[in-house]
């Protein structure tokens, strides 16, 4: 080898070494100055951000999904109705490689014995290529938080942004109504198409699951109700890997009836997701069915965990004001 080669050699490898040192201490500086501490985080990594800034060790259950779980759980009916201590993650569009290395995350400060997580995530239809491409994109993300927090510089530098204060564990409170009037979407003739649970999907469950058995936490399935999002053959996929994975699974587009969902008042917007008043309704199921297969301890009342307590008035009077005025 000569000299030229072995000098370009060098450079490249202390190019290489430079630039992953870079990204190392700006994700390290985001973390901790930025994400640490900070309750103003906004747009799609606030919930990951407020999770990681809740108490150490106060959490004893976690949900996680896209859209269709942060609509419908709401950790201030856990509260007030069990005295449990939920934090939701939910994100627009998360797939199920976000909601893994959001459970590492938590787990980094929390010892859950629940985690709650919404089936959507699971049932993307992207390509292999996409698949794969988001298994890659995930792992950087999670090793580097520059690539999740890039469009903050203006925040991070300038403390531009205010975060709403209708944030409560995760959810946000929507009280908007746009009936859904099709047809019953969970009758045999609307069945769809034989539906498969994607290999990136299967991928991260594993994950999941592993990560969850060494830390002591259940995993539990639910779908929330969604025409827009939900069929028979959906369904019957996500049953049968349920069982074949042995993950309690809780579906309530086949329990519209038990759960008292109604379509002209509990949706937001024509069936895709639930409202606040869906929200309560799926809560009030979901609390005795986690109850059944992890007992979960009643915290109203203990001191350390007073500040619950505080934001649920603020919840409960914002609600009040939402539904009287009517948004």
Not at 141 to 146: H, V
Not at 201 to 214: A, H, K, N
């Amino acid at each position: 080898m000569n000299e030229e080669r072995k000098k370009g050699i060098i450079r490249a490898a202390a190019f290489v070494i430079i630039f992953f040192g870079a990204l190392f201490l700006i994700s390290f500086l985001i973390n901790n100055f930025y994400v640490k501490g900070n309750p103003n985080v906004t747009g799609r990594q606030r919930c990951v951000a407020g999770l990681m800034n809740e108490p150490e060790e106060t959490l004893d259950v976690i949900a996680l999904g896209d859209s269709e779980a942060y609509t419908s759980i709401n950790p201030m009916y856990f509260w007030k109705e069990g005295g449990v201590p939920l934090y939701l993650v939910g994100q627009p569009g998360q797939h199920i490689g976000e909601t893994y290395f959001a459970l590492r995350k938590a787990f980094a400060t929390q010892s859950p014995k629940v985690v709650l997580i919404e089936t959507h995530c699971m049932i993307g239809k992207d390509s292999m290529a996409e698949n794969i491409g988001k298994v890659v994109k995930g792992e950087l993300k999670n090793l580097f938080s520059i690539f999740v927090y890039h469009d903050k510089w203006k925040q991070v530098l300038m403390g531009e942004e205010k975060a709403d204060d209708n944030y409560f564990k995760g959810y946000e409170i929507m009280t908007a109504v746009r009936a859904y009037g099709g047809a019953d979407y969970m009758d045999d003739d609307n069945k769809g198409s034989r539906t498969e649970i994607p290999p990136e999907s299967r991928y991260f469950m594993g994950r999941i699951l592993d990560l969850c058995e060494r830390n002591g936490a259940k995993v539990v399935f639910y779908s929330s109700p969604s025409p827009v999002n939900y069929n028979p053959a959906v369904i019957d996929a996500l049953t049968a890997y349920a069982k074949e994975i042995d993950v309690p699974y809780y579906d309530f587009n086949t329990r519209l009836e038990e759960t008292g969902i109604d379509w002209s008042t509990d949706t937001l917007d024509n069936g895709d997701h639930v409202n606040l008043s869906g929200s309560i309704k799926i809560s009030g199921k979901l609390l005795p069915f986690l109850n059944e297969i992890v007992p979960l301890e009643d915290r109203s009342n203990d001191p350390s965990y007073s500040s619950w307590n505080e934001l649920l008035k603020k919840y409960e009077k914002m609600v009040a004001e939402m539904t009287a005025g009517g948004k």
